[in-house]
């Protein structure tokens, strides 16, 4: 029997593709362009709002009937209700049998699940949320962490990720915040370009969400309409999507619920077609956020029936109808038989996925589903990446008089709302907080450390005493008294206060929990309050999804420790920096303000966007992008900056620096040592910020253009060089162009955004050049000894 070309694994996919859809009805090409939700409830709440009338049953739908035609995705078979790993996997596979089975291709379904802070499934490990690995500053970690989860989550049979996040925070009330990497584009975008690689590595399709401007909804209201303007798309929004695809290899992208200037993104040729796949040339598959296609019809209302929705979205290029069928099924195939649809855009959606499918093995003829014999999902060694993440994310924002580390046989009142809730360690899309919810009375499945247990081991020998004293949003204050006892006979308190992670309402952050402030939850703040009026010293340690306002009690707190939800090891963690075991070296990817109101705002402020005069609100944060403390002390020394390939100059911060001139195609270095003085290892982060003194459009006063972690032993030093090249000046002209205009340029190298400790000024010549996207998009670094 001759094998069909489309089977031969010798011919390039493109032509397999080709032969296969030739053979295919249009029944058989839109079956490609769906998934069915299988594990999705009928019977109960479901997991995300409109869910109960835009999914339908697979029984209803007649289950045997539907995967005869073929099928897309499976959707979330592990990430829907608690099941045990090794059944889930079985099942699993046993459903692509029968779909194997059923069409007349046999071509296996792609299963997605989510990943955002782990593989969402029951058992797996429970990592330190996106917000978490940029505080972090460490790209390696995080590329090996993404790989663990990809390996995870294809030793079950899943190919495909919903992850990473690429928003970049415009607005913290925003609930999602706790889902992003952080307010600078930069530091998203190189974050998450090795979050993609490791996924990647791993066989793993990574998904690029949400593209493009879902974090810039106006009111920080989930799903409201997007306000940027043309220069804040390009220059903040874009940068983190385009650099994952051309850096970190993603294949698939996930189109966003907002609307921007009233066009849908799922609705919008120009930046699904135009930008993504003409102008940065994406060749992977762009799926619909969870409902999204059906949004533009039910919430947009910009199409009146689902032809009409179908079409928007394909033409406007969404490949992927997900969760579920609704509108890419029989209303699809029925409005292209009528003529109203162009059957070449189910045939071009069709190809992309068929392509993908392709190139994970699953049109080849030997392509069996795999069923593992042990499946772990939560192994020593991805709790011990967990741990090493979550330590290195954990920020001290303040320690005035040293009263951290914590001394041995100190007495010690833990206080607070998170203190002894596992929970408080995982954000809206960890499994347990995500689903378990759903299931009361099922175990959490895995290892979930109280920071109160966690205190308790790292200081065996302190006494330690605890009571919640509150809520975290409730408004009971009738545990304050017993709170304030408790903080009075210790020497110190440690005030434990934070977010609940939920969806739509359900917690204090997460997707749908939006704020109107940046007030501490409930009655935190008045618990906290209280305690320091004890006169106690007060230790503030936050557990949370986003920063707070935090300048009510400035200079009134013994200490203050940040920790973005640090996962399942963050109790450790967070213990182990009060107890001085971690030296803290997180860095804030996000600002902390200093009153609650005069929101949005993020670092990346223009001259008039910063304090002056002409207003008498001053929106300089309490704690600025970039900020971190630790417990032993750095020196930046030997610092040269000059154009690349000639003698150094050796330089200062401030004025009298020599300007070095380098052409708008050149390349500039500026280096420094960073020495280790204290008694103890630790980490520094060197940040290189570019400020733009005159240009033709307004730019922000620094942006972050490079950084490099480095972890000193005391008494070592290590060098570390940045290669600046010009192109990470650009920005859009007037014009919409992205361009590098020759003039003055300054390098700071800094402690943080406020921070600076090396100033290099150089003039860039010639003409303005215009880029295309074979910019450089990312600082060369090299590290070396002191």
Not at 495 to 500: F, I, K, S, T
Request: glycine share 12%; proline share 7%; charged share 25%.
């Amino acid at each position: 029997m001759t094998t069909a070309p489309w089977r031969d694994r010798a011919l390039p996919a493109a032509a397999r593709v080709d032969d296969l859809l030739a053979r295919m009805t249009l029944e058989e090409k839109t079956a490609q362009l769906y998934g069915v939700w299988v594990g999705a409830a009928t019977d109960g709440e479901g997991v995300a709002p409109h869910q109960h009338d835009m999914t339908a049953d697979p029984s209803e739908q007649d289950w045997d009937e539907l995967i005869a035609r073929g099928l897309g995705q499976l959707t979330r078979s592990f990430g829907t209700a608690p099941v045990d790993p090794a059944v889930g996997a079985r099942a699993l596979a046993g459903a692509q049998r029968r779909i194997v089975e059923a069409g007349r291709f046999g071509i296996p379904a792609v299963a997605h699940e989510e990943c955002l802070a782990g593989f969402t499934a029951w058992r797996a490990t429970a990592y330190p949320v996106p917000l978490a690995w940029g505080a972090a500053f460490d790209p390696p970690l995080v590329e090996e962490m993404a790989r663990r989860i990809g390996q995870d989550m294809r030793s079950v049979g899943v190919h495909q990720g919903l992850a990473p996040v690429l928003d970049v925070v415009r607005d913290p009330r925003w609930g999602r915040v706790e889902e992003t990497i952080g307010e600078d584009p930069y530091l998203v975008g190189t974050v998450g370009a090795a979050y993609v690689r490791g996924l990647e590595s791993a066989g793993v399709v990574a998904t690029l969400k949400h593209f493009a401007g879902y974090a810039s909804s106006a009111g920080a209201r989930n799903l409201a309409p997007v306000r940027a303007g043309v220069r804040e798309f390009a220059d903040v929004t874009l940068p983190p999507f385009e650099m994952a695809l051309r850096e970190g290899g993603a294949r698939s992208v996930m189109a966003a619920y907002t609307e921007r200037d009233g066009v849908p993104a799922s609705a919008d040729p120009e930046l699904l077609t135009g930008l993504l796949r003409e102008e940065w040339g994406f060749t992977g598959t762009v799926v619909a956020d969870y409902f999204g296609i059906g949004f533009l019809q039910t919430l947009h209302r910009v199409a009146g029936t689902p032809a009409e929705t179908a079409r928007l979205a394909l033409e406007a290029g969404v490949d992927v109808e997900l969760p579920t069928v609704k509108y890419y099924g029989e209303a699809l195939a029925a409005a292209v038989r009528e003529g109203s649809v162009p059957e070449e855009l189910v045939d071009r959606a069709a190809r992309r996925v068929l392509l993908q499918k392709c190139q994970l093995g699953l049109l080849d003829e030997e392509w069996r589903p795999e069923v593992p014999e042990r499946v772990r999902l939560d192994s020593a060694a991805n709790r011990a990446l967990a741990r090493r993440l979550a330590e290195e994310s954990v920020v001290l924002l303040d320690n005035p008089d040293g009263l951290l580390p914590l001394a041995s046989g100190t007495r010690v009142a833990v206080v607070g709302p998170r203190a002894a809730d596992a929970l408080a360690m995982l954000g809206c899309y960890s499994f347990p907080s995500h689903v378990l919810t759903h299931h009361p009375g099922v175990e959490t499945g895995i290892e979930i450390p109280t920071l109160l247990e966690s205190l308790r081991a790292e200081l065996p020998d302190a006494k330690v005493t605890f009571t919640e004293g509150c809520g975290v949003s409730e408004p009971d204050r009738t545990g304050f008294e017993e709170a304030v006892a408790r903080a009075s006979e210790a020497d110190v308190c440690v005030a434990v206060l934070g977010d609940r992670a939920g969806l739509f309402g359900r917690g204090t952050s997460g997707e749908g929990c939006d704020v109107t402030d940046l007030r501490l939850p409930g009655v935190q703040g008045e618990l906290l309050d209280a305690l320091v009026a004890t006169g106690v010293p007060v230790v503030l340690v936050l557990l949370t999804g986003r920063p707070y306002a935090l300048g009510r009690w400035h200079g009134r707190l013994g200490a203050v420790v940040q920790a973005f939800f640090p996962g399942e090891e963050g109790g450790p963690a967070v213990a182990g920096v009060l107890s001085g075991r971690v030296d803290p070296s997180g860095r804030l990817p996000v600002s902390v303000p200093r009153v609650p109101g005069g929101q949005p705002w993020t670092y990346l402020q223009p001259p008039l966007g910063l304090a002056g005069e002409v207003s008498n609100l001053d929106p300089t944060p309490l704690y600025a992008f970039g900020h971190g403390r630790s417990y032993t002390t750095f020196v930046w020394e030997n610092f040269e900056a000059g154009a690349a390939g000639g003698a150094g100059e050796a330089g200062a911060a401030g004025a009298g620096a020599a300007e070095t001139e380098i052409s708008t195609d050149g390349f500039y270095e500026t280096a420094v040592t960073v020495r280790n003085t204290g008694d103890r290892p630790g980490a520094e982060v060197v940040q290189l910020y570019l400020h733009d003194p005159v240009a033709s459009v307004t730019r922000p006063d620094v942006r972050l253009i490079g950084y490099r972690r480095l972890e000193l032993d005391p008494g070592r030093s290590r060098r570390v060089t940045f290669r600046f090249h010009p192109d990470l000046s650009a920005f859009t002209d007037r014009e919409g162009r992205r361009v590098v205009e020759p003039g003055a340029l300054e390098l700071r190298l800094s402690a943080s955004s406020a921070d600076h400790r090396h100033t290099a000024r150089l003039r860039l010549t010639g003409p303005l050049r215009v880029l295309g996207t074979d910019r450089r998009l990312h600082c060369e670094t090299e590290v070396s000894d002191g």
